[in-house]
């Protein structure tokens, strides 16, 4: 009886306390949501993108807010898993009634959250997800990053001209929206240009061993290695690549870009290049200051291209917030981001089209010995 | 009470409690709530085959997927070839549930015809470990069909699912399975669970009693994954893991294996703790969440293995009072 | 062809991983008929242990002796962990029944790895793994290169199954083991010091798994808190296969696993690549559930 009376007591206070946590969509702060990976096995993806949108809004709130009004941002992590992503944005957009959200990073993880902002009429800005799909969700959701059919174009024209590769083999990440996206645009525009694609394999993100894959497609020879995944599994790809006496340069997208993807791949990247938002040795002045005071804040670390991605879209965030009549209607904010035209950000100039898609440049980026990064040349859209 | 005058009780029971559940609640509770039902219904379900037929199966998320998957494909895939409305009109929506629900429950039940045979002619551990395994094959077979979005998620289900339909699952299957232990069915599950060489000696055939429950809590674990389906909108294979399925055993064993009312009490409980540590992980940012569920787990075994309520349900515990009093 | 020699030698040092995790299972469940779970999180923090090492020894240079010194440190640590494990998880349920062991076992396998995953432990995100060797060809056979890891690797676990062997079968300690799996009330009537020689099987095996944690790291650099559980689930497989409780048997189907699952990503997809394992696990079991190399036991009533 005992047990009884104290199940009843714990489920009837946390009913109650649920209640109470409902906040009330007060409108005394402007409530920027945001979800990321800090967790899990891109974690970088989301503590880099974290940290470029932090810096947005600590420095406006250090300059009085917006309209008077004090930024609040409020941080989940969805550990880098799809179905957290879910519960995670339905509780910022109906527990915490922000009035706009940031995120994700990862494809597959924005287009998990998306319908719901969608749904609840909350704007939302992806920082980094390329996959088409994602703007197409709804007029909501908008990105201030390229998209992949551009991406891929790079790559494939990176890889004929600059690299004269004729044959190609492609490794895709079955798990990502974004891998295989990728694969697909690369594969289309190699194609179109005369290359050959002479195998094509893939993997489960969260696989350690791809020794198999590798096996066969040294057997085909090709002149290139796309690999249109993260940076978690291409480090170790190429390791096992080179093991195995593949000699053959390697190629990749924006989801090469993290600090870590040397400290796992380690020589066998060097040689290698990937495409990218932006380059560190960018002498554009507004870079460079933005550098400077990333490293200032964060360990004389560099940031890297989510970082640099984050501060943009919260750059372009509070640019709407300014110029909405009422930064807390959230109809008006949808409008003012849908409004953004040749917003100067740190990764290139951001125009959002009327697909809420922006059109901006690529970098392509040379690994090089001890794991710099090289720019090699930018291309336009 | 005749059985007409008990069905509508139940009717309006779920109306009522649905409403509330629906109004009452703010948006985020409902989804802790929905949660708990829909576990709620996994843990009575597999608590028919592990505490009242005494076999232990690891796999049940398995038939869990098949049940969303399938619940899915029907309403993206098949109703619309009934015509667009299927799925947006109100009154049509309902029917699309309803027959979702029943197709999830059902290829879940057959898939468990296909597993049960072959596996509950094994005995403990190898049971536990080859249920283990089907129900990792059935998540590596769905992650690989490209059609229902493999690795990378089915998205686009109609969220047809409300808290009408949970409570309205949970008290369906709660009376099924409530009905069918007090049948000869249920007396059969309980005597192999309690000397299964005795019932042989007797002449019943211990392997078809076994599939029987088997596929029953299958057909409800398939009934489970078609509302999650339509509830979240959403469907990821990483979602169906060996976890899940230890989630549910978790529930049951601590409900105690043998007390239905333990299991529904159990995984309200696990269901709303999970969600409420969330709370205190944004403070502490350790996500000590999983620590302590295995924690507790461990504890039960080690001092109470009986769980909450053991081989009783809760009205005993009145009972009990009555006769001391 | 080349293609094939390479997929049989990626088998083949693969399989030398399950193998040596295979042996602590079967070593336990032969002594305990109980599978322990948790064994799979003991070869996790064999790596999350020689990852902490070799960050602590500043002035680490990959070399053999390198190797074999963060070798020794985690083997050390994961003993002490085995033994904890026996002693306050496994030995208050010893006479429990068999559904109730198992769920401790989980739970405790589930314990450490989300207790590994606390950020003051070693924290939710996956880390490389330092290079503790400098890798080098050692030869190739037919066009496929075979690393002197690969050779490190398959040298230590036939080395290691082989003390095991000695230990099993020429030392007191063994006889006791052997004692014991037959019948413990037997073995604790005749002497045998029962609590003594489960508490020395699970250091045996926590020892071994180390050494599979590190030389899996070693092979894939990649350390995270959830590595232990596909990789024991794995092996218990190939334990199965091999004849649980039979340790040549382990190490025959470790290897086999291996060749199984390269052969598969090989020929196959990738994508099957842990089905497999759980397809062999269904037909061992449903066709002959002692294994290969396993006793018949037949049931009586």
New interface residues.
């Given amino acids: 009886m005992n047990k009884l009376i104290k199940i009843s007591t714990v489920l009837v206070t946390s009913l109650v306390l649920f209640s109470c946590t409902k906040k009330s969509d007060s409108t005394n702060t402007i409530r920027i949501g945001e979800f990321g990976s800090m967790t899990g096995t891109e974690a970088t993806f989301g503590i880099s993108t974290h940290r470029g949108i932090k810096m947005v809004v600590d420095e406006v709130n250090a300059q009085g807010g917006i309209g008077g009004k004090t930024l609040e941002l409020i941080t989940y992590d969805n550990g880098g898993k799809a179905e957290d992503t879910v519960s995670v944005v339905t509780r910022l957009v109906s527990q915490d009634k922000v009035h706009a959200l940031l995120g994700e990073v990862a494809s597959s993880r924005s287009l998990a959250g998306a319908p719901i902002a969608q749904r609840s009429g909350v704007p939302m800005i992806t920082p980094s997800s390329t996959n088409p799909k994602v703007t197409e969700v709804g007029d909501n959701i908008f990105r201030v990053c390229f998209t992949d059919p551009f991406q891929g174009t790079v790559i494939a024209k990176f890889a004929l001209d600059e690299l004269e590769a004729k044959t190609a083999a492609v490794l895709v990440d079955k798990r990502s929206d974004y891998s295989v996206g990728l694969a697909d645009f690369f594969k289309q525009a190699f194609k179109a240009k005369g290359g050959k694609i002479v195998d094509e394999q893939s993997y489960v993100g969260g696989d350690i061993d791809f020794k198999g894959q590798l096996t066969n497609m040294r057997g085909k020879n090709p002149d290139v290695i796309i690999l249109p995944g993260y940076y978690t599994e291409v480090g170790l790809i190429v390791k096992q690549a080179r093991d195995l006496g593949i000699k053959a340069p390697f190629l990749g997208g924006d989801g090469w870009d993290s600090p870590k993807l040397f400290e796992i791949g380690g020589p066998s990247l060097v040689g290698s290049y990937f495409s990218n938002h932006y380059s560190v040795e960018d002498p554009d002045p507004m870079v460079k200051d933005f550098i400077k005071r990333y490293q200032a804040l964060y360990n004389n670390e560099v940031p890297d291209g989510l970082a640099a991605m984050g501060y943009d879209a919260g750059l372009v965030l509070v640019d709407a917030l300014k110029r909405a009549q009422d930064p807390t209607n959230r109809k008006q904010i949808r409008d003012a981001l849908a409004a953004t035209k040749n917003f100067r950000g740190v990764t290139g100039v951001i125009t959002i089209d009327d697909r809420r898609d922006a059109s901006k440049p690529a970098v392509m980026l040379k690994i090089a010995e001890a794991g710099a990064l090289k720019f090699v040349k930018r291309v336009d859209p | 009470m005749s059985q007409l005058r008990f069905w509508s009780f139940q009717a309006i029971i779920i109306f009522v409690l649905g409403w509330l559940a629906s109004n009452g609640l703010g948006d985020y509770p409902q989804t802790i709530l929905a949660l708990a039902g829909i576990n709620i219904i996994l843990a009575v379900s597999l608590n028919l085959v592990n505490g009242f037929t005494g076999q232990f199966s690891m796999g049940h998320a398995g038939f869990m997927a098949v049940g969303a998957y399938v619940g899915a494909s029907w309403t993206v895939y098949f109703m619309p070839l009934l015509g667009t409305s299927w799925t947006t009109d109100a009154l049509l929506s309902q029917f699309s549930m309803l027959s979702a629900l029943i197709m999830g429950g059902i290829v879940a039940g057959l898939i468990g015809i296909l597993v049960g045979i072959p596996s509950l002619r094994l005995k403990g551990d190898y049971l536990a470990i080859v249920t283990l395994g089907f129900g990792e094959i059935i998540r590596i077979f769905i992650l690989n069909i490209e059609s229902i979005g493999g690795a990378r998620g089915f998205t686009g289900i109609p969220r047809i699912a409300n808290m009408y339909w949970i409570v309205g699952g949970v008290i369906l299957t709660c009376i099924f399975i409530f009905r069918i232990i007090r049948s000869i069915p249920g007396k059969e599950f309980m005597a192999v669970r309690d000397d299964e060489t005795a019932t042989q000696a007797m002449g019943l055939s211990t392997t078809r009693i076994k599939v029987r429950s088997f596929v029953i809590a299958a057909f409800f674990a398939g009934v489970a994954g078609a509302l999650f389906a339509h509830y979240y909108a959403y469907l990821n294979p990483s979602t169906f893991t060996f976890s899940y399925s230890f989630q549910v055993i978790a529930m049951v064993v601590l409900g105690g294996m043998g007390s239905l009312s333990g299991s529904i009490a159990a995984a309200l409980l696990l269901t709303v703790l999970l969600e409420v540590l969330r709370e205190a992980q944004t403070y502490t940012y350790y996500d000590f969440r999983m620590v302590l569920y295995a924690l507790i787990l461990i504890i039960i075994m080690l001092k109470r293995p009986s769980g909450l309520f053991g081989r009783k349900e809760v009205w005993t515990w009145f009972a009990r009072k009555k006769e001391s009093a | 062809m ?2 094939f020699v ?2 049989i030698i ?1 088998g083949i040092s ?1 399989g030398s991983v399950y193998a040596l995790i295979a042996v602590g299972y079967s070593m336990v469940y032969g002594i305990l ?1 109980l ?1 322990n779970f948790a064994h799979g999180d003991v070869v996790m923090l064999g790596a999350v242990f020689a990852y902490f090492s070799a960050k602590q020894i500043q002035t680490l240079q990959p070399s053999i002796s390198t190797f074999f010194l963060i070798l020794l440190i985690s083997m050390v640590l994961c003993a002490v962990v085995g033994f904890l494990i026996e002693r306050f ?1 496994y030995r ?2 010893r006479n ?1 029944p ?3 062991c ?3 076992a ?3 396998s ?2 450490i790895q ?2 590994t ?4 432990a070693f ?4 880390q ?1 793994f330092p ?1 503790l060797m400098v ?1 080098e ?1 050692a030869f190739t056979i037919m066009g ?2 075979v ?1 002197n890891l690969q050779l490190m690797v398959l040298g230590l676990s036939i080395f290691f199954v082989l003390i095991l062997q000695w230990i099993v079968y020429r030392t007191k300690l063994g006889k006791g083991m052997r004692a014991v799996s037959e019948s413990t009330e037997v073995a604790a009537m005749l002497g045998v010091p029962v609590n003594r020689v489960i508490a020395f099987t699970f250091i045996i095996g926590s020892i071994l798994a180390a050494a599979a944690g590190i030389l899996s790291s070693m092979m ?3 350390v ?1 808190a959830m ?1 232990g559980s596909l990789l024991g ?1 794995k092996a ?2 190939a334990a ?1 296969l091999g004849g649980i409780g039979s340790l040549p048997g382990a190490v025959l189907g470790g290897v086999l696993m291996g060749l199984a699952e ?1 052969l ?3 020929y196959l ?7 497999i394992a ?2 062999i ?2 037909v061992v ?2 066709i002959r ?1 002692s294994g290969l190399l396993g006793k018949m036991r037949m ?1 009586k ?1």
């Fill in positions: 080349s293609e390479q997929h990626n693969l008929q599978i998880a208050p349920i429990s068999r559904m109730n198992l769920i401790t989980i739970g405790v589930l314990f989300y207790f995953q606390l950020e003051f924290g939710a995100i996956p490389p290079e890798r060809i496929a290169p690393s894939y650099p990649r995270d590595m689930l218990f497989v199965v390269s598969t990503v090989g997809s990738s994508a099957f690549r842990d089905a759980f397809a696990l269904i079991l449903l559930p049931e009533v």
